[in-house]
Structure formats: structure tokens, C-alpha cells
């Protein structure tokens, strides 16, 4: 399966760390999902997407291009295609006017459901899904759902009814496709909608059978003596909905000083706007 990492934070921020030089690292991983690349970083809330069919641990433009990056909202992916060939069409992050949208999983049987799923995606999105996997069509159906309570081309939707409309899809494409699965063995004849999504100032993750890990905080900042954005909650445990000021999401914990949570299997977590943090449950049928 798949890795992905999401960033979000107050401050412009490199992720340089993260992404090529940190244990776990997608750089490094890639060995073991070399299926191409893709990474997203939002300037203005305008997504600037770069994507590569070639192994990111061996392509120089991944180093590049993770060196020199600042923003606030970053959202890559490393590859191990399920659905689809290696191409830049079937390469996350997908995206579609301001939203991307990175996929770690996987529909059993697909061929059998593609129709069905794609018919539930609205008639104006159904033309942008270019490519051949399920997860652009998955992509395409939340942002629908999405849609049918605010206005997905908002710069600041509200969060709850964004959360709410994920849970929709997700309920939906369940009915569909049917039960997901928790195995941790991530094999392919399984159901699995593990995802981040972010719009630029929104950033949402999705637990869907395939681990996530999350952090808000550091055990102490290394910057605390400088940093003019510090707050308590930097170094202590984000408690219900609060302000934090940055979440990080990764398929495995990143070593550092970030202090690293498990996303529970069915929940949605992210940050508004505003940086507040919440979460929402959605009831679905999981299998062991």
C-alpha cells in the first residue's frame, strides 16, 4: 500500500526533514512503494502540485523539491499502485480546483463497482476523473457529497459540514463496495479508505483500515526561545476542540520531538481554518 504525510501549520515551514532525512522519512520508505511520487504545497491557498512516475528515493526532483519548499499546507504521497498503471494520471495527490486529495488503500473487486461508484459522482466533477484508479474516483464522490452541503469552491468552508460530508461519502461508497478491513497486512483484495484531504486552510485525515498517525505537539520546542508564535498548547496534548498550531499527519510516526497519536480506525481529524482542531466518528462496518 501506499504513505502519505500532510502538514499544516500557523507558520510558513519547511518539510524538508519529514519528507527525506527523518527515520521513516517517505524518501525512505519509497524502496518498498516505488510507484511514483506526488507532492502538493498551497501558496495563497493556491495548490502547486509536482508529481513523478519514477521512485522518489532515486529521483533527484523529490530532494529538490522537498528542500525547498515553505509553506503552511503541504500534502505528499509515495506509491504502490494497486489500480492503474504507473503513469502522472494515476499518481497522487489528485486534485480538482482548490481540494487534493492522497489516497492509501484500496477497492476490492473494482472493476465490478467502478460504474456504480462513478455514477455517484456529480455529472459536472465525472469528466475530471482522468485517470484509471480508485482512488480519484473516491476523490471525486467526496467531493460531491461535499458539495451537497457547502460550496466545495468556498476558501473557508465550515469544517463540521466539510467532516460531515466525508462521513456521507464514506458511508455511501461503504453500502457499495462493502465492509472495510483493519488488517494491518494492507493486501489488495481488501477494502481500505485511509486519506487526507485538505483545500489549503483545511486539513482532514481519515483513518479507513490503514494506520495514521497524528501530532499537534512537541515534547519541548526547539525553537521556544525565538519562535514569536508560541503557545502553551505547542508542547501539550490538543484537548477536545482547540487551537493547535500545526498538525502533522503520517502513515508511521516520524522521529523528533513531535509527540505521535494513532487516528482511530473510522475517525475523520483535522483543523479548520482557524487552526482548530476536531474530530468525528463515522459508524462503519469494519472487518478483523
Known amino acids: 500500500m501506499c504513505r502519505i504525510f500532510g502538514f499544516r501549520s500557523v507558520l510558513f515551514s519547511k518539510v ?3 519528507l527525506v532525512s527523518a527515520e521513516n522519512a517517505l524518501m525512505g520508505q519509497s524502496s518498498r512503494h516505488p510507484d511514483g511520487w506526488g507532492m502538493v504545497y498551497y501558496i495563497a ?15 533527484s526532483l523529490f530532494k529538490h523539491v522537498s528542500g525547498i519548499v515553505t509553506s503552511q499546507t503541504v500534502l505528499a504521497h509515495i ?13 497522487h495527490p489528485f486534485q480538482y480546483g482548490r481540494w487534493t486529495f492522497a489516497h492509501n488503500g484500496n477497492i476490492k473487486h473494482f472493476e465490478n463497482v467502478k460504474k456504480t461508484l462513478l455514477e455517484e459522482v456529480s455529472k459536472e466533477m465525472r469528466p475530471f476523473c482522468l485517470g484509471e484508479t ?12 461535499i458539495n451537497k452541503l457547502v460550496p466545495i469552491h468556498d476558501s473557508h468552508p465550515n469544517l463540521n459540514l466539510v467532516m460531515q ?6 458511508t455511501r461508497i461503504c453500502e457499495i463496495v462493502g465492509d ?13 479508505l485511509t486519506f487526507v484531504i485538505s483545500n489549503g486552510p483545511i486539513m482532514i485525515a481519515m483513518n479507513g483500515g490503514m494506520s495514521l498517525y497524528y501530532s499537534t ?3 519541548k520546542c526547539p525553537e521556544r526561545d525565538t519562535c514569536q508564535s508560541l503557545a502553551p498548547w505547542c508542547e501539550a496534548v490538543a484537548q477536545g476542540e482547540m487551537n493547535v498550531n500545526h498538525l ?12 505521535w497519536f494513532k487516528i482511530a480506525p473510522g475517525e475523520l481529524l483535522g483543523v479548520d481554518s482557524q487552526m482548530k482542531l476536531n474530530s468525528h466518528l463515522v459508524t462503519l462496518p469494519f472487518t478483523k
Open 217 to 219: 505537539h512537541k515534547k
Open 180 to 192: 472495510l478491513s483493519i488488517k494491518e497486512t494492507g493486501i489488495p483484495t481488501e477494502n481500505y
Open 248 to 259: 502533522i499527519i503520517s502513515s508511521e510516526p516520524l522521529q523528533g520531538e513531535n509527540v
Open 45 to 59: 491557498d493556491t495548490p502547486h502540485v509536482v508529481k513523478s512516475t519514477v521512485t522518489a528515493e532515486s529521483d
Open 134 to 145: 480508485d482512488s480519484e474516483i473516491i476523490f471525486h464522490l467526496i467531493l460531491t457529497s
Open 165 to 170: 460530508g466525508i462521513s456521507n461519502a464514506i
Open 16 to 18: 524538508h526533514s519529514s
Open 79 to 91: 506509491r504502490k499502485a494497486t489500480h492503474g498503471k504507473l503513469t502522472l494520471l494515476n499518481t
